[in-house]
């Protein structure tokens, strides 16, 4: 039985790729920090019911990537076949806010596991979340030999951590490699990404709990996809027989503007009665223009996205309606029965055909 060891198993990659490596006879380890409050609402499903089959191959450990200590030991007692390496403070916003702390976690994090890889002497496999953010001012679209012009705090960060993992893999020879992931969004993502924010707001304005929705610069375009199909790809890349690194992306880009249209005119409404901007959610540098050219991908592991743009938006339409006690339109849910299967779905039920 393959072993993986996640860290950022509580964040949206997280729960999604714990889902698929059980699903393919693994046993997961994962990462968690101790928290005052409830961290794990998104792998609940997966460990707390002892009669799913699941629980039993699913292990938490408590830790955090800012201590090295605790990565060491963890990596020792555990012998993974694969490292995910997903942890991360992964807010651009928030990262001009903490520069330091995001320099600390975010960068310095990556160099912490490698390092424990190669004192430990294991033959693991290495995955780092790369970013596409890590481009930013670089016209698009943007692939593999795209040059880096990192924007914010938490984009030079993720640049450092993607050069450590080359110097890992050119120096040591550890399987090391990074998948630079453009925006991928679902159900699950952090509420205060933009995406999330936007079909929360919508359904509880509908549900008649919000009356405006305050957001910032509406003219950013990004390169939206859904998690789960990225976190298939990062998978893909430990499978390879050498390490390398890999663009993953859509190929679409729209901005946030088409984005609400897109989630408000979906359920009847019209956006510009509910938006206002508020100069708060502006960022010292913005990244303007964001979009894959994911080619090589296509071409060496074989992964394209399944869910593009549009039904991205009518799955989280329809998942924050329903959350909300509200009906929805179900286009989202019937995308996601045609395209995923069961495996995955955004709530948090025990997930069929595993364990
Ligand atoms: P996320 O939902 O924000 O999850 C981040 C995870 O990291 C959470 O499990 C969080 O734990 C954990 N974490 C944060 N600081 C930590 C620390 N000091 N020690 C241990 N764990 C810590 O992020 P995501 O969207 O799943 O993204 C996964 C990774 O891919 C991140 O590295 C992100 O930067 C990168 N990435 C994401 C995207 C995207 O569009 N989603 C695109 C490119 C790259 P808590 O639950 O306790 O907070
Ligand atoms: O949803 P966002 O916060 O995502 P951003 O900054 O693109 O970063 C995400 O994707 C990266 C991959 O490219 C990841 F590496 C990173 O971890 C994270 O997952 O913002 C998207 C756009 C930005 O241009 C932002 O300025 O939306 C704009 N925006 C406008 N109003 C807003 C808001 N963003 C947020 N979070 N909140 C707003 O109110």
Redesign the pocket.
Same mark, same amino acid.
């Given at each position: 039985m393959p072993k993986a060891l996640i860290t950022g198993i509580t964040g949206q990659d997280g729960s999604y790729l714990t889902e698929l490596l059980l699903s393919q006879e693994y046993e997961v380890h994962g990462l968690i920090r101790k928290a005052s409050t409830f961290n794990t609402q998104r792998i609940e499903h997966l460990y707390r019911d002892p009669h799913n089959g699941i629980s039993n191959r699913l292990f938490l450990h408590y830790g955090d990537v800012a201590n090295t200590g605790n990565l060491v030991d963890l990596i020792y007692n555990v012998q993974p076949d694969e490292i995910y390496h997903l942890a +991360?403070q *992964? =807010?651009? #916003?928030v990262s001009f806010d903490l520069p330091l702390y995001t320099g600390d976690v975010t960068g310095l994090g990556t160099l912490r596991i490698l390092e424990a890889i190669r004192k430990s002497g294991l033959n693991t496999r290495f995955y780092q /979340?790369s970013?596409?953010?890590m481009f930013g001012s670089a016209s698009p679209p943007q692939n593999e030999d795209t040059q880096f012009e990192p924007q *914010?705090p &938490? /984009?030079a960060a993720?640049a450092y951590a993607y050069w450590v993992t080359r110097n890992y893999r050119q120096g040591y020879g550890i399987f090391a490699s990074n998948g630079i $992931? @453009? !925006? =991928?969004?679902s159900p699950r993502r952090?509420e205060? @990404?933009?995406? #999330?924010?936007i079909t929360r707001a919508l359904a509880a304005i509908k549900a008649g709990k919000q009356q405006y929705l &305050? $957001?910032? !610069? $509406?003219d +950013?375009k #990004?390169?939206w996809g859904y998690a789960p199909d990225y976190v298939a790809a990062m998978w893909k890349m430990l499978q390879l027989d050498a390490p390398d690194d890999f663009v993953i992306g859509t190929g679409e880009a729209h901005s946030?503007r088409e984005f609400l249209e897109e989630a408000f005119s979906y359920v009847g409404m019209d956006w510009q009665e509910f938006v206002r901007i508020?100069e708060r &959610? @502006?960022?010292p540098n913005?990244?303007?223009y964001?979009m894959a050219d994911y080619s090589k991908a296509k071409k060496v592991i074989e992964w394209e996205p399944r869910v593009m743009f549009r039904d991205l938006v009518r799955v989280m339409v329809d998942a924050d309606l329903e959350m909300t006690g509200l009906e929805s339109p179900g286009q989202g849910r019937k995308i996601l029965e045609q395209h995923h299967g069961a495996w995955h779905r955004w709530d948090s039920q025990v997930v069929e055909g595993l364990g």
């Open positions: +991360a *992964s =807010h651009v #916003r /979340a970013s596409s953010e *914010s &938490y /984009a993720k $992931l @453009f !925006n =991928h969004e952090g205060t @990404f933009v995406t #999330r924010k &305050y $957001l910032g !610069n $509406l +950013a #990004r390169d946030v508020d &959610y @502006f960022r913005e990244v303007d964001l």
